[in-house]
DNA sequence: GCAAGAAGTGAACCACCATTCAGACCATCG
DNA sequence: CGATGGTCTGAATGGTGGTTCACTTCTTGC
């Protein structure tokens, strides 16, 4: 027994392995999935590559909690906005305003999470994150509807409708670095979502 | 001038790059984009993987090819119901009813051309088409608008929001081989359809 | 039939990356 | 300090799959 893992050595070893995730985010925010290989990772996080996978069992793995990470940060957010005051109505409006403005404010890792394509493994958290987006929106819905602000609908398939309508509203100004008119492109994006859910403006 | 290309002999190579343009979609369809590997597409058409150059320069541009085919499809059929008879209610409607249906019953291939994961230069394609669905949809929405029987709005971000929702709504049944019950589905997503142009039921 | 030249073949080639591993380096503790 | 056993390194390895090319097979025009 000459080696037992102390405290301080187990916190350097979380450290670094965090210090590798946020680089790696880093990385495909900015370049994109694609280039985030596993020896520009390590590169950015400053460590050679094999050291990759002293973290995690395999480029796949970092990959997806990087994904995990980011993307569970916008299902915080949003479902925090969408708990939050007001009635349905108004919550979902600023629900949808909230993540567009995000999303726009950083689009790189928006257009990552949302557009970009992605290996299998990523891919299957993608569509495990949005199942996620569809439940928060059905929910409020739903209140709508059982409070009268809204008319009768499914509220799965609207809460789907408003994930790919936002999505698809914000992918090409994401796609860019061209500036926009972000409160107008928002204020039309949420009109869109109210409609969608039926609300009477 | 020992051998000149006869017309007979034109006709039977442009066969050959159909049929094995016809053959990669239905491996695509079926199979999807990752296992349409040269060599698997050449087999599916009875051809050797070399072969396959001498109808396309890189298995990208057969890629492409196959992508747009069956996109360009879609669109002119998208684009005749749309421009047919009926309010713009209406044909939005039945635009939406149309779309989807075909993409359900041939769930393989609307997977493969809506939401599966591909390569580069078939996503670039694939943002192309969306375009062209979003002026298609534009088209009909700014037709109602003036016609009166929908709400001011800004046409391009409706439908925009169009093509993600039904997109959206669409992934799931399209991504399982499970039945669905069509008509329900349909209705459902052309409901919220009309409500995101601001239709009034 | 035969020479010319194109199409077709498929095994070899090669580029790309994730992954491994033998050795270097370092932290722990008696 | 020195023995133990971890972490770190980065060049080598290996699998995958697109692409090439020397060769074979077929079509054409005389």
Not at 68 to 80: D, H, I, M, Q
Not at 151 to 171: I, K, N, R
């Amino acid at each position: 027994m000459a080696y037992r893992k102390t405290p301080a050595e187990v916190r350097r070893l979380e450290a670094a392995r965090e210090h590798l995730v946020v680089r790696a985010t880093e990385v495909v925010a900015e370049a994109g999935w694609a280039q985030a290989s596993v020896s520009a990772v390590a590169d950015a996080a400053g460590i050679a590559a094999g050291s990759v996978y002293q973290h995690f069992p395999s480029k796949s793995a970092l990959a997806v909690e990087v994904f995990r990470r980011a993307a569970r940060r916008e299902v915080e957010v949003l479902g925090e906005v969408l708990a939050g005051d007001g009635d349905a109505v108004e919550r979902l409006r600023r629900g949808v305003d909230v993540f567009a403005r995000r999303a726009l404010e950083n689009h790189g890792l928006a257009h990552a999470l949302l557009a970009a394509p992605v290996e299998p493994a990523v891919g299957a958290e993608r569509l495990a994150f949005r199942r996620r987006y569809r439940t928060l929106f059905a929910e409020v819905i739903e209140e709508g509807v059982t409070a009268g602000v809204l008319p009768a609908q499914h509220p799965e398939t609207t809460a789907a409708a408003l994930t790919g309508a936002v999505g698809e509203v914000l992918v090409y100004p994401l796609g860019t670095s061209a500036a926009h008119d972000v409160d107008l492109l928002v204020a039309r994006l949420t009109a869109v979502a109210l409609r969608c859910a039926g609300a009477t403006p």
